[in-house]
């Protein structure tokens, strides 16, 4: 078996390759590189798959991250309380702004943070909470969002691992991730669910004022040409981009479906395993599976992940570090470890899943993997 990846995003291109082709051809005989016809049309046609007022797309989904944080008018030393274990760029905006990131511990079967653990960390100078529905699952956003109400919080969901997951309220009513809270923004790195081939990026939100705020300080600060009233950033989606991830859009679904079958079949492989636990499925959450992430108990971890890529299976530890222990971090730090972030990063490992995975390399994977554990 040989050159298994992590994600296969030259399979997944060859399927829709003349469609794709045409769609940049057009593009680059338009030269409407910036701000042509197929960005309009990508952001509505994602506001109607999410069913949210605004798009707003963006360069990447640190940007987005940026831009919806700016937009809420917070002041230098505000604090915004973010999951410990996440992706860098969710707690790098909010240093970089001059507001300070309170790091809450997440929960040890979701991944995900509660409002449980967000409201011991709630000071009278937390002004947002910044929810990550980390590797395709929802946080449960309903108690999230009545606590957030209760303090007068803002809610920016960082949903660039879970596009295209459902949340079930209690009453039974669903919502996709990213317009639970007060704005959603979405990564499309090449390798998220909803990948460009480039950078790209976008914030969601059915809030009026806000949008009108985010798309003016994603545009130098200006709501008309050269009258500038809010200090800026110049983010932009390219044509070229919104025209490829308009044609993806419509297979977002069952890009979705076909993650999840892979899953099954891991889930079924794995699950008798006493070392190890598979992802644990929230019932309030459809999971749209950006990462199939195990937890390898015994310490086994890092010696399974020698062990697969010695027979040229690719792994990845996402992510090692509790973010608090980075060295860009350390004055944020009280210097008291978080329980369940430091549990996973000594032991979360995720195997390679994508659209386009054949039975043969899944099977050549789980086999690897119960022989290492049997061994
Ligand atoms: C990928 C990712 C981002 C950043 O997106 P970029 O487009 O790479 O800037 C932010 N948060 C999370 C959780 C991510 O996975």
């Given at each position: 078996m040989e050159n298994i990846q992590m994600v296969d995003l030259v399979s997944q291109y060859q399927n829709i390759k003349a469609e794709i082709d045409d769609a940049i051809i057009s593009v680059a005989a338009s030269?409407?590189?910036?701000?042509?016809?197929q960005v309009q049309s990508f952001q509505e046609n994602l506001a109607n798959y999410l069913d949210v007022n605004h798009v707003i797309a963006c360069a990447n989904g640190t940007d987005a991250l940026q831009i919806a944080l700016m937009a809420l008018g917070l002041e230098r030393g505000d604090e915004v309380i973010v999951p410990?274990?996440?992706?860098?760029a969710t707690a790098e905006v909010i240093g970089l702004l001059g507001l300070k990131p309170v790091m809450v511990d997440v929960d040890s079967s979701t991944f995900n943070i509660t409002a449980v653990q967000i409201e011991k960390a709630i000071t009278n100078k937390t002004k947002a909470i910044v929810p990550v529905h980390l590797y395709g699952q929802s946080c449960d956003m309903e108690p999230i969002m009545k606590l957030a109400k209760k303090h007068n919080l803002f809610v920016i969901e960082d949903n660039a691992q879970a596009i295209g997951s459902d949340y079930s309220f209690f009453d039974g009513s669903t919502k996709k991730t990213g317009?639970?809270?007060h704005i959603g923004c979405t990564s499309f790195f090449p390798?998220?669910?909803?990948?460009?081939?480039g950078d790209g990026g976008a914030m969601f939100t059915s809030d009026g004022e806000l949008a009108n705020k985010i798309r003016m300080i994603a545009n130098h600060?200006?709501?008309?040409?050269?009258?500038?009233s809010v200090i800026g950033v110049n983010s932009r989606l390219d044509t070229i981009q919104a025209a490829i991830l308009d044609i993806k859009l419509k297979s977002l679904d069952i890009y979705s479906e076909a993650r999840n079958s892979v899953a099954k079949k891991y889930d079924e492989a794995f699950k008798?395993?006493?070392?190890i636990d598979t992802p644990v499925r929230d019932v309030k959450s459809s999971h749209v599976f950006h990462q199939y992430t195990l937890k390898i108990k015994e310490g086994k971890r890092d010696k399974l992940q020698e062990y697969l890529k010695e027979r040229n299976v690719p792994s990845m530890i996402y992510?090692?570090?509790?973010?608090?222990?980075q060295k860009a971090f350390?004055?944020?730090?009280?210097n008291i470890p978080l329980e369940c972030t430091e549990d996973l990063c000594a032991n979360v490992l995720s195997l390679p899943i994508h659209t386009e995975m054949g039975a043969n390399t899944q099977e050549y994977i789980i086999e690897n993997v119960i022989n290492f554990i049997n061994k």
């Open positions: 030269a409407k590189y910036i701000r042509g016809p410990a274990f996440t992706y860098v317009t639970l809270g390798s998220k669910n909803l990948g460009c081939y600060g200006q709501a008309k040409k050269y009258h500038h008798c395993i006493e070392s992510y090692p570090i509790p973010l608090y222990k350390e004055s944020y730090w009280d």
